[in-house]
């Protein structure tokens, strides 16, 4: 699909009187074909087919701009190979003028193919890290490939748990696995499905893989499809993972006596993360179960005095955990974080209020701690 320009110098013996033209097999391009007497394209003539002079093939008047090829003569050709070609053009170019000899010109042009590649990913494009996925395919190309067709996935122990498997149906029994080449991961289609080529009718493909539990965000890896003769199809950023944490919550103590001012109630707020945060790292209580007078306050140690105090937000208390100056925390792996807050003295039997973990690109993570006050 790009176009090609062509520059010809034809030298001539003695001074031609008619009939210069250019002639061009109709098979080797797609759409109308130009010359010029320079390489600027803005200054080109329109060549036409002609029937009567040569069957099949496209004629570009020379007399637009040259009354004689003599001595030397430079001209360019503009055209769009062949859609649907792939491999060496192998086409020739005959310079005609009346009562010489054409003079042929085969030129050494090779078109790659190109790839167009759709993908459905299922069950959607947003998911938890760590789940299995179904990425469907869908190649088209405007010629038709003859070998060396596979799918890559480059850098696989970095972008992926465990093996790929892949199949041209939506066939998870009899898919085929994809071996590791110099760390990618390899799909050998034309090995593992002879005759199966990547053509203008379309072909399918059908990936099962599964993204590592510490990735966030958009994954990282890429889809690279491949073929002898045609450029390398790039598929990337396929699907976002969302991180998750899982917590638990000790309170200290678990049973409240109430009291007309309130008893507080520590907690003691163990986190597990996917993966690395990167903003918005939150916990969060509903403001209708707590005494909002005595405040909610939270630190990564169990020492009171080195607490921050947590600001209300419509019906929460939200603790931000990065919003102390030269302060920055984030979940990885395991944390411990502690919680002060008091139960409103209304409250009569078990609490049931929620403590919500929060990050950019995480899942929401809640649970209800065993409080019970009497």
Same mark, same amino acid.
Request: aromatic share 10%.
């Given at each position: ?102 003079? /042929? ?203 921050? /105090? ?65």
């Amino acid at each position: 699909g790009r176009q090609l320009s062509l520059h010809f110098t034809v030298r001539s013996t003695a001074a031609s009187a008619g009939g210069e033209m250019v002639l061009i097999p109709s098979r080797m391009h797609s759409g109308p074909v130009f010359w010029g007497p320079t390489g600027n394209e803005l200054f080109t003539f329109a060549c036409n087919t002609t029937i009567n002079q040569d069957l099949g093939r496209v004629a570009c008047s020379l007399n637009e701009s040259f009354t004689s090829l003599y001595p030397y003569t430079h001209l360019w050709l503009f055209l769009f190979p062949t859609v649907s070609w792939v491999g060496p053009l192998n086409e020739t170019i005959a310079v005609h003028a009346g009562y010489f000899e054409q003079l /042929p010109v085969t030129p050494a042009i090779v078109v790659r193919g190109v790839l167009n590649v759709s993908v459905q990913v299922l069950p959607t494009i947003v998911v938890p890290s760590g789940t299995s996925l179904l990425l469907h395919f869908w190649i088209t190309s405007p010629g038709l490939s003859t070998g060396g067709e596979s799918v890559e996935i480059p850098a696989a122990a970095s972008v992926l748990f465990d093996n790929v498997t892949y199949n041209i149906a939506n066939d998870p029994n009899g898919a085929r696995y994809c071996g590791v080449l110099n760390g990618s991961m390899v799909c050998p289609l034309s090995s593992d499905f002879p005759g199966v080529h990547w053509s203008p009718n379309g072909t399918s493909l059908w990936l099962w893989v599964r993204p590592p539990t510490n990735t966030v965000g958009w994954w990282p890896g890429s889809v690279v499809f491949k073929a002898s003769g045609f450029e390398e199809a790039v598929r990337s950023q396929l699907f976002f993972l969302m991180g998750f944490t899982n917590i638990t919550v000790t309170p200290v103590p678990s049973v409240v006596v109430s009291t007309p001012v309130g008893t507080q109630v520590v907690a003691r707020v163990d986190v597990n993360s996917s993966g690395a945060s990167r903003a918005n790292e939150q916990i969060a209580i509903p403001r209708n179960y707590v005494l909002e007078s005595a405040g909610v306050a939270w630190s990564t140690t169990a020492d009171p005095l080195l607490s921050e /105090p947590c600001v209300t937000s419509h019906a929460e208390f939200v603790c931000a955990l990065n919003a102390r100056p030269g302060f920055h925390f984030n979940f990885s792996g395991t944390h411990t974080l502690w919680l002060w807050f008091t139960p409103l003295p209304s409250i009569v039997g078990p609490l049931g209020a929620f403590v919500a973990v929060r990050a950019l690109n995480f899942e929401d993570s809640v649970t209800i701690p065993n409080i019970t006050v009497l």
